[in-house]
């Protein structure tokens, strides 16, 4: 199974998910930003998925409280059925920056996805940007602080870019995936919960 990306400590090709990215720090080179998402997109085409794409650093602790929180018991049964996820590195420290994925940051800039961590998009089976973490008419992130949707606002927001970008997912599955994102925000302090207004047609 390939290696989408070299700054996680946590290798998931091991238990037999779909989310690869798994060496640790320093330990190779990284591929190209464009090498590493025309892959995912081959891969996603063939298991009928769509690719979540991910945008951080090996430094950003939002960023692996994302990753933590997409692989948790509660979302992982939804995310790794319906995405191939792939986490794009850019901006490292000098010491890291044989991480980085070269033309991370003008990918980004060309999908419309604001330059802050973790920013995220879902991907098609050609590889087109559907949905990201950026709204398409603010050009602001729902998520103004970074990081997994701690608050009701946030957390409507990423629903709705799960539902919208990817219609096979359920209702009944966005209902596990709130209801993981609720847990998150209760264990890590937080605000303002509302019931769901996400429904599939």
Request: glycine share 8%; aromatic share 8%.
């Amino acid at each position: 199974m390939r290696l989408y990306r070299a700054w996680s400590l946590f290798a998931m090709c091991s238990l037999g998910t779909s989310f690869c990215s798994g060496v640790p720090f320093g330990f190779q080179p990284a591929e190209s930003c464009n090498a590493v998402i025309r892959a995912a997109v081959a891969k996603a085409r063939k298991d009928h998925k769509r690719v979540f794409v991910e945008f951080g650093s090996s430094w950003c602790k939002p960023c692996r409280a994302l990753e933590n929180l997409l692989r948790s018991d509660g979302m992982w049964p939804v995310i790794g059925m319906h995405f191939e996820i792939v986490s794009i590195s850019h901006h490292e420290d000098n010491a890291h920056k044989n991480l980085e994925n070269a033309g991370a940051a003008a990918w980004a800039k060309k999908a419309g996805v604001v330059a802050a961590f973790p920013s995220y998009c879902i991907l098609d089976q050609n590889g087109a940007v559907v949905r990201s973490s950026t709204h398409p008419s603010s050009r602001k992130k729902f998520n103004e602080l970074g990081g997994p949707p701690f608050s009701y606002g946030e957390m409507e927001g990423f629903l709705r870019m799960l539902s919208e970008g990817c219609p096979d997912i359920t209702q009944k599955e966005l209902i596990r995936v709130r209801k993981a994102l609720e847990d998150n925000v209760a264990q890590h302090g937080a605000s303002r919960l509302a019931p769901s207004s996400i429904e599939k047609n």
